[in-house]
C-alpha cells in the first residue's frame, strides 16, 4: 500500500515538472505502447514522378503532411499558400527540413501555419477542420546551418492528438539501421535501393508557385521513386556531410523540386513496413542528369528525435523518454492566443 502510495506521488511530481512556461504540458505520459507505423492500405508504386507529373494512390501516403499558410488579406479574404512538406512520427509530432522555418518567426508560424493531414488533394482540407492542425511548439536542430543545409530537421508539435489511426493517417516508422544497411527489398540500378518519395511542390523547374495557392506545384499529391547512392558517389557529387545522403537517378527526369521540401522519403523495410529514411533537404535545380537529391538522415538523427519528444521509438512503439532536457525548445501554447496576432509572412 505505502509503495502504490509513493508511486502515485512519483507520478504526479513528474507531470507537474514537465510544464513549459506557457503552463501546457509538454509530454503525454500515457503511451500506447505499440503504435502502428508504416503500413498503409496501397504501398506507394513505382513509376510516378513529381517533377513529370503522376498522382500518388489514396491512402498510399497516411503519413505525409503539408504546411500550409492561412493568411486574411486585405482585398483578398482568406488565402491558402502551401510552402513545405512533413510527416507524422507519433499522435502528436512531425517532422520537417529545419530551413522550412526560416522565413517566419516562431510567432508568425504558430499564428499562420496549418499543419494539413490525412488528405492528398489539399482543397479536401481547406474547409475541414477535422484535417487540420494548429503548431503547439517548434524545435529546430541546434546545429542546422542554413547555408550548407547541414542538420536540416526540426520537429513540430501538434496542438491536439492525431487519433485514431487509420487508412487515411498513421505515421511512418523510424529506422532502426542506415538506409543503405541491410537487405534491399527493391533494388534499382548499380544495385541501388529503391526508396519512394512524396509531395505538393512543383513539378518542373522553374515553375512559379501557382496562381490561387493551396499547392505550391499541384493540389494533389504526387509521387516518385528513387534510387539511393552510396555515400562515396553522393560526395563526388555534392558536397554533402554526414547528416545527409543522395537519391535520385544518374540520368535525372525524376526528383522532388521546390515545394516539396521536408516531406519523406520512405523505404520497405521489409514486409511492407515503410520507414521514413530521409527528409527533403535540398539539391541543384530539378530532375537534372547528374545532380541528385539531397536528404537529411533520419536515422543519423534518431536520437536527437527521441531526446527532443521524449518519445522512445523502437520497432514502431513508442513510450515515455524521460531523460530529456527542455534546451533547445522553443515553446508556446496551444490553440488560440490572447495576444494581438504578429504581422503576416511576405506573399
Request: glycine residues 10%.
Amino acid at each position: 500500500m505505502h509503495r502504490s502510495f509513493l508511486l502515485c506521488c512519483i507520478a504526479a511530481i513528474i507531470v507537474a515538472v514537465w510544464r513549459t512556461d506557457a503552463g501546457e504540458s509538454t509530454a503525454n505520459l500515457e503511451r500506447n505502447s505499440t503504435l502502428p507505423c508504416g503500413r498503409p492500405q496501397n504501398p506507394p508504386s513505382k513509376g510516378f514522378r513529381i517533377v513529370g507529373g503522376g498522382l500518388a494512390q489514396n491512402n498510399s501516403w497516411p503519413w505525409i503532411c503539408a504546411l500550409v499558410q492561412e493568411v486574411s488579406r486585405p482585398g483578398q479574404g482568406m488565402t491558402y499558400r502551401q510552402f513545405c512538406d512533413c510527416t507524422l512520427i507519433d499522435k502528436e509530432w512531425v517532422v520537417t527540413a529545419a530551413h522550412c522555418l526560416e522565413n517566419l518567426t516562431p510567432a508568425q508560424f504558430k499564428y499562420y501555419v496549418k499543419v494539413y493531414m490525412g488528405v492528398e488533394d489539399l482543397t479536401k482540407a481547406m474547409y475541414n477542420s477535422s484535417k487540420k492542425y494548429s503548431v503547439a511548439q517548434l524545435i529546430k536542430h541546434e546545429s542546422f546551418v542554413m547555408k550548407t543545409k547541414h542538420s536540416d530537421i526540426a520537429l513540430i508539435k501538434l496542438d491536439r492528438l492525431v487519433e485514431p489511426f487509420d487508412n487515411d493517417t498513421m505515421p511512418a516508422c523510424l529506422p532502426t539501421r542506415y538506409v543503405g544497411a541491410g537487405k534491399y527489398e527493391q533494388v534499382g540500378s548499380y544495385e541501388r535501393k529503391v526508396c519512394y518519395v512524396g509531395g505538393w511542390g512543383h513539378t518542373r523547374e522553374g515553375e512559379t508557385t501557382k496562381q490561387g495557392y493551396v499547392g505550391s506545384g499541384t493540389d494533389k499529391l504526387k509521387q516518385t521513386s528513387a534510387e539511393v547512392m552510396a555515400q562515396v558517389d553522393c560526395r563526388k557529387k555534392l558536397p554533402v556531410t554526414d547528416t545527409m545522403f543522395c537519391a535520385g537517378y544518374d540520368q535525372g527526369g525524376r526528383d522532388t523540386c521546390q515545394g516539396d521540401s521536408g516531406g519523406p522519403l520512405v523505404c520497405d523495410d521489409g514486409n511492407g513496413t515503410y520507414v521514413l529514411h530521409g527528409i527533403v533537404s535540398w539539391g541543384p535545380g530539378c530532375a537534372r542528369a547528374g545532380s541528385p537529391g539531397v536528404y537529411t538522415n533520419v536515422w543519423q538523427m534518431k536520437e536527437w528525435i527521441e531526446k527532443s519528444t521524449r518519445v522512445n521509438f523502437v520497432n514502431g512503439t513508442d513510450g515515455d523518454f524521460e531523460n530529456a532536457a527542455d534546451d533547445d525548445v522553443t515553446t508556446g501554447p496551444a490553440g488560440k492566443s490572447t495576444t494581438p496576432p504578429p504581422p503576416p509572412p511576405p506573399l
